[in-house]
């Protein structure tokens, strides 16, 4: 079984920066693919970002230029570097990795 643990969630300002961080441990072979999706109360969840073992990235349109994704791999571990937050970045962060595998998710809240 692979467990997810993630941290770094909290409370910011607009225009504020957080860092999420996401550590992945039990029966791992592969970094494969990790990343991070968000859901807002009443919202889908949807994809945030991604990073694969090769380094290749993938970012939702809505974070591209504000948000930067990088993984450790002989760790196990993404980061999610956050900046310029916006109220509508509000949600509540899951990490996941190719299994896929879920963290317990984590609340980032932006205040106005």
């Known amino acids: 079984q692979v467990q997810l643990v993630e941290s770094g969630g909290g409370l910011v300002q607009t225009g504020g920066s957080l860092r999420l961080s996401c550590a992945a441990s039990?029966?791992?072979?592969?970094?494969?693919?990790m990343g991070w999706y968000r859901q807002a109360p009443g919202k889908q969840r949807e994809l945030v970002a991604t990073?694969?073992?090769?380094?290749?990235?993938n970012y939702a349109d809505s974070v591209k230029g504000r948000f930067t994704i990088s993984g450790d791999y002989a760790k196990y571990t993404v980061y999610l570097q956050m900046n310029s937050l916006k109220p509508e970045d509000t949600a509540v962060y899951y990490c996941?990795?190719?299994?896929?595998?879920w963290g317990q998710g984590t609340q980032v809240t932006v205040s106005e």
């Open positions: 996941f990795k190719t299994g896929p595998y």
């Open positions: 039990g029966s791992i072979s592969r970094f494969n693919v």
């Open positions: 990073v694969t073992s090769t380094g290749n990235t």
